[in-house]
C-alpha cells in the first residue's frame, strides 16, 4: 500500500466511529420549524424533485464525496453508485488524486451512467500540479462537475499535510476559467465563510458546497492518525475548529444571494435536508451517513435514501409544503 492507500484506509474506519463526530450540540437542531397542524396537503402529493446542473434529480439530497484510492474504496463506490443511479439523486465522489497518480480505471460511470457525478480533487494538488490534473480529474469519470475541496485545517493536522496555500485561489480561478464543467467549491467540515464565498464567487465560482462544522470532525481525525508527539499538542486547541453549517447557509445567502449554496456537513436526517432548504441551500450533502451502508450493499444505500427523502417528506408535509418552493418560505419559529 503506498501513503495515500493506507491514508484512506485509516479515514475510513476513523470516520466510522462516533468520537470523530462533533461532540457539540447540532446547532441544526435550534432551527425549528413552526408546526401546521392545518397542513392542507396530501402527504403522497408532495414533490421534492428538483433540478441540479440542469438535470431532474428525485430530491435535493447528495451522495457526499467519501474516498476512493483504498482496498474498500471500489466497493464502496460501486455500491454508492449504483444506489444513486436507481434513485437518480447526485453522488460526488472522493479524492480522484491517487487514482489520477497511480492512472487507475475509475469505474464509476459504469454503475451511473444517467445520473449527477460529480469529481474531486484538492485545491492544492491543483496548485502544485496545474490545471491538467482538474480536467483529468474531469474525463475519467465524465463528471457533470468538479468538486475542489479546500481543507486547510485538515491538511495542519495531518502529519506531512499541505501548508503552502498561497496560489490556492489562483488555481481555483484557473480552473473556474478553463474547465468546460461547473466547478464547485467545498470545505470539508470546518466551513466556508461569507467572506471566503465573495472571494470564491469574485474568481468566478458559483456553486460553493459549505461542509461546516457539526458532523465528521476531520481534525479529530488526523489528530489520532499523527504520530509526532510535537504536532499532537500544537493541534490539540484546533480539534473544534471551524464554523457551523445552520448558521453559515444564511450568512453566505446574504453576503453572496446569486451564489449557489450545497448545505452540508452535519447533515444527519431528512429533518436537516429540510432546514438546509430553508436556510437558503438548493440541494443537500451527507457524507459520513452513508459510510456504513456503503459497505455493506447497494439495497442498503438505497434503504437510507428512501429514509431521508421520507424524513424530507414529513417534514413538508408538517409544514404544509407541497413543493421545494413553499419549503423555502416555511415559517420557523422565533
Ligand atoms: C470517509 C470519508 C472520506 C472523505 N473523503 C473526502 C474526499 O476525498 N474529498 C472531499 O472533498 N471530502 C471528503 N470527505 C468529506 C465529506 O465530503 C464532508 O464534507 C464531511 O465529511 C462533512 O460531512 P458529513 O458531516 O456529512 O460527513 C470525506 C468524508 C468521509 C466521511
Redo the contacts with the bound molecule.
Sequence with gaps: MTDITDR?AD??N???QSEH??QAISTFDSIRFEHNALPEVALNDIDISTQFLNQNISAPIMI??????CDKGDIINRHLAEAAEACNIPM????Q?AALEHNQTQAIRQHAPNTVILG?I?ATQIQQQGIDLAQRAVEAISANAL?I?I?PLQELVQQGGDRDWKQVLEAIYQCADKLTVPIIV????AGISPRNAQKLQQAGIKWI?V??R???N?ASIELARNQLSQEKSIAAPFIDWGMDTAPLLPAINKACPKLNLIG?????HGLDVARCIRLGASIS???????APSLESTEAVIEKITVLREQLRWAMFLTGSANLETLQKAPLQT
Excluded: C, D, Y
Aim: cysteine-free; aromatic content about 4%.
Design positions: 484512506k479515514h475510513i476513523l470516520a466510522l463526530q462533533s457526499g464525496a467519501m474516498t476512493g484510492g460526488a465522489v472522493g479524492s488524486r474531486n484538492g468538486v475541496h481543507n467545498k470545505e470539508v467540515g458546497e461542509a461546516g457539526g458532523g465528521t476531520w452540508s456537513g452535519g447533515v444527519r450533502a451527507l457524507a459520513q451517513p452513508f459510510l
